[in-house]
């Protein structure tokens, strides 16, 4: 054994051991495809590329709601149902494969709710919990500041302590459904940058989560428009909003922590490499009988599967109750840039322009696709802060 793989041998594994889903998915499965194909069927919805940031459809949210399709790995008790994060894979696989209108719940049902159940007090939990499982509450992410970019640590929002509370200032920016959104977890500085222990600098340290209510004094939304004049992101401002104690998610001072595993929920699902499935399956139509495509095609499937095993893969360590970090920066990473290549694929080989006017078709998965592309690769963090965090999380700077 030489020197590099004596190395190699000791890093550790980008992505957990394989995961085989139960047999009873199989039936699941299938239940979650007769439904969407009679809502199809019916004139409800017609599919999008990148459903679950763009496709808020509450009627559609409350529907799997009442089907037990929401909350699936909330325990009973608080609502839910008490299943599985590989039952909830099989759902969310089928609903983004379908192009379906996702974007109401997808947040909440995505990490609120699992992020609750590990650090939220019970009272927390009972409030929001229901009402995330029947379809009913919806969140946003207050993480993303201006001039900050994937640098959470440089957070500026900041938790002043009151009489009974916090007091926020500041801004978040890019928070995807606020106009509709009853609350989210917003990350603050609470505390100066500095160890607790040594009292060195640490920029990490100092930050706490906090649950806000969208509707309270002093919280602004304001819109974010598409190159399209869609309206799916916004900037929230804080001008001294008050957050009670009770409001406080987890440990003051162990926001970076909560954050970072909640980031493993965000990374690592199948939205990072399905937001442009259905132009996908709408090229394969396209491309029918012609010859000359099969090489990129099988490319892309190909590649399609590779990421399907390393996300469901993820998966299976959630279920086991890991969080694992590493391997969700890896499927984001290569997820991401697998969903631009799709797009390209599709503008070089069909001949149909993208057509944002179009009811449905390929031409408007096009459009819808190429005008979303841009943030592919920036929510959730840039592939080059990606990249960092795990060269990092291998010991290799």
């Known amino acids: 054994m030489g020197p590099v793989t004596q190395t190699l041998s000791r890093l550790p594994a980008l992505v957990p051991p394989p995961t085989v889903l139960p047999a009873r998915a199989a039936a699941l499965r299938a239940e979650v495809r007769a439904f969407l194909a009679q809502e199809r069927a019916s004139g409800a919805w017609s599919p999008r590329a990148d459903v679950w940031l763009s496709g808020w459809d509450e009627r559609f949210t409350r529907e799997l709601g009442r089907r037990g399709w929401l909350g699936m790995t909330i325990p009973v008790e608080y609502g839910g149902h008490g299943g599985s994060a590989l039952d909830r894979y099989v759902v969310t696989e089928e609903l983004l494969a379908a192009g379906a209108p996702v974007a109401a719940h997808w947040v909440a049902d995505r990490q609120i709710g699992p992020t609750l159940m590990r650090f939220g007090t019970e009272a927390q939990r009972r409030r929001y919990l229901p009402r995330i499982a029947a379809g009913e509450c919806y969140f946003g992410i207050g993480m993303s500041e201006p001039d900050a970019g994937s640098d959470l640590a440089a957070v ?25 959104a009853h609350a989210f977890f917003a990350l603050a500085r609470s505390a100066p940058p500095r160890d607790v222990d040594t009292g060195e600098s640490n920029r990490h340290a100092g930050l706490s989560q906090f649950i806000v209510e969208l509707d309270s004094p002093g919280v602004q939304i304001r819109p974010i428009p598409l190159l399209t004049g869609a309206h799916h992101f916004n900037e929230v401002v804080f001008e001294r909003v008050f957050v009670p104690d009770a409001m406080v998610l987890g440990e003051l001072g162990g926001g970076w922590a909560q954050v970072t595993g909640e980031l493993a929920f965000e990374r690592s699902g199948p939205e990072r490499f399905l937001s442009t499935f259905p132009l996908l399956t709408a090229m394969l139509a396209e491309l029918a009988g012609q010859p000359g495509a099969e090489r990129e095609v099988g490319r892309l499937v190909s590649r399609l599967w590779a990421l399907r095993s390393m996300s469901l893969a993820v998966a299976g360590s959630l279920e086991s109750g ?19 290549e799709v797009v390209d694929a599709a503008r070089t080989l069909v001949a149909i322009p993208p057509d944002p006017g179009a009811e449905a078709g390929f031409a408007r998965l096009l459009a819808d696709a190429v005008l979303h592309a841009p943030g592919f690769t920036l929510r959730g963090g840039t592939n080059e802060v990606l990249r960092g965090i795990v060269a990092r999380g291998m010991g290799l700077r």
């Open 322 to 340: 890991q969080a694992p970090e590493l391997a969700a920066a890896v499927v984001k990473d290569l997820g991401t840039r697998f969903e631009n």
């Open 156 to 180: 500026r929002t900041k938790a002043d302590r009151v009489d009974g509370g916090w007091e926020l200032t500041g801004t978040k920016v890019w928070t995807s459904g606020a106009h509709h």
